[in-house]
């Protein structure tokens, strides 16, 4: 009886693969094409990480025990991506894909504050090479404004400026056209009613050293409409409108059109404001 013959390891190995007419070389089957990814997606524990919460793993640890939220739903699912638009929530406070960022700037006239395109010279051009995070200004200053701009992606904060009642002052020196009377600055600084609405400000006064066309004025709007309004009631035109002081922050050291980050005491200072 003759020895069996035995199957080399080759033909074996090729056994229901199918190859090509041109020569031996095998063909694979049922090839599955690689998924793209989608730039506007990242992983859930990388966004915490990137946002300066915690490391990636310690991410994975909060996500599991449901600590984290995605647009109002707690997510516990290892993996899961979000849209950097997403409302990210972290022990129910919100963050951002990115660390965040403070920029002080000191606006020359020229500039408008927005962050569209198409409107001429903005504050943007101003802070383009500050910080790569997204930062956006807190409040308006008008194109012939000059002053304190205060610019963050902490939507923290931003919502402390935007609030009316628990907002974050703002000094403004202001130089007008003539002297302004006594009676006036104290009705300013009694509040008084332009159509129908209640205008009032934290604080009015002459400027020390200076003519009676200087005055400090403080307010919590972050914008400056309501000062053209109140000077226009009154009978003034504003000749110059400078925020010289945003909280506790000033322009020391920031000469006019550069910008600086705020230091971490800054920083802690400005968000127990």
């Given at each position: 009886?003759?020895?069996?013959?035995?199957?080399?390891?080759?033909?074996?190995?090729?056994r229901g693969v199918?190859?090509?007419?041109?020569?031996?070389?095998?063909?694979?089957?049922?090839?599955?094409?690689?998924?793209?990814?989608?730039?506007?997606?990242?992983?859930?524990?990388?966004?915490?990480?990137?946002?300066?919460?915690?490391?990636?793993?310690?991410?994975?640890?909060?996500?599991?025990?449901?600590?984290?939220?995605?647009?109002?739903?707690?997510?516990?699912?290892?993996?899961?991506?979000?849209?950097?638009?997403?409302?990210?929530?972290?022990?129910?406070?919100?963050?951002?894909?990115?660390?965040?960022?403070?920029?002080?700037?000191?606006?020359?006239k020229g500039f408008?504050?927005?962050?569209?395109?198409?409107?001429?010279?903005?504050?943007?051009?101003?802070?383009?090479?500050?910080?790569?995070?997204?930062?956006?200004?807190?409040?308006?200053?008008?194109?012939?404004?000059?002053?304190?701009?205060?610019?963050?992606?902490?939507?923290?904060?931003?919502?402390?400026?935007?609030?009316?009642?628990?907002?974050?002052?703002r000094l403004f020196?202001?130089?007008?056209?003539?002297?302004?009377?006594?009676?006036?600055?104290?009705?300013?600084?009694?509040?008084?009613?332009?159509?129908?609405?209640?205008?009032?400000?934290?604080?009015?006064?002459?400027?020390?050293?200076?003519?009676?066309?200087?005055?400090?004025?403080?307010?919590?709007?972050?914008?400056?409409?309501?000062?053209?309004?109140?000077?226009?009631?009154?009978?003034?035109?504003?000749?110059?409108?400078?925020?010289?002081?945003?909280?506790?922050?000033?322009?020391?050291?920031?000469?006019?059109?550069?910008?600086?980050?705020?230091?971490?005491?800054?920083?802690?200072?400005?968000?127990?404001?």
């Amino acid at each position: 009886m003759g020895k069996p013959q035995h199957e080399n390891k080759k033909s074996r190995s090729l056994r229901g693969v199918k190859t090509n007419k041109k020569g031996n070389t095998p063909v694979k089957k049922n090839v599955s094409q690689k998924k793209t990814s989608n730039p506007n997606e990242i992983r859930l524990n990388k966004y915490i990480a990137n946002s300066g919460m915690c490391s990636r793993r310690d991410a994975d640890m909060h996500i599991s025990v449901g600590s984290v939220t995605v647009n109002g739903k707690v997510i516990t699912e290892m993996g899961f991506k979000v849209k950097l638009d997403d409302e990210v929530r972290f022990d129910g406070a919100r963050i951002q894909p990115e660390k965040n960022a403070y920029v002080l700037l000191n606006k020359p006239k020229g500039f408008a504050t927005t962050t569209s395109e198409g409107k001429g010279r903005t504050v943007m051009d101003l802070v383009a090479n500050a910080t790569s995070a997204k930062i956006r200004p807190i409040g308006r200053l008008g194109r012939s404004s000059l002053g304190l701009l205060l610019f963050t992606n902490d939507e923290v904060v931003h919502k402390k400026f935007t609030n009316s009642k628990h907002g974050v002052a703002r000094l403004f020196h202001v130089e007008l056209d003539k002297n302004m009377k006594l009676e006036d600055l104290k009705k300013i600084q009694e509040g008084f009613k332009i159509k129908g609405k209640l205008i009032s400000v934290e604080d009015i006064s002459y400027i020390d050293g200076a003519s009676k066309k200087e005055v400090g004025i403080k307010i919590k709007n972050t914008g400056n409409t309501i000062l053209r309004d109140i000077f226009d009631y009154l009978k003034y035109e504003i000749v110059k409108l400078d925020c010289v002081a945003i909280g506790h922050l000033t322009k020391k050291d920031i000469p006019r059109g550069s910008w600086k980050h705020l230091t971490e005491q800054e920083v802690n200072t400005l968000q127990m404001l």
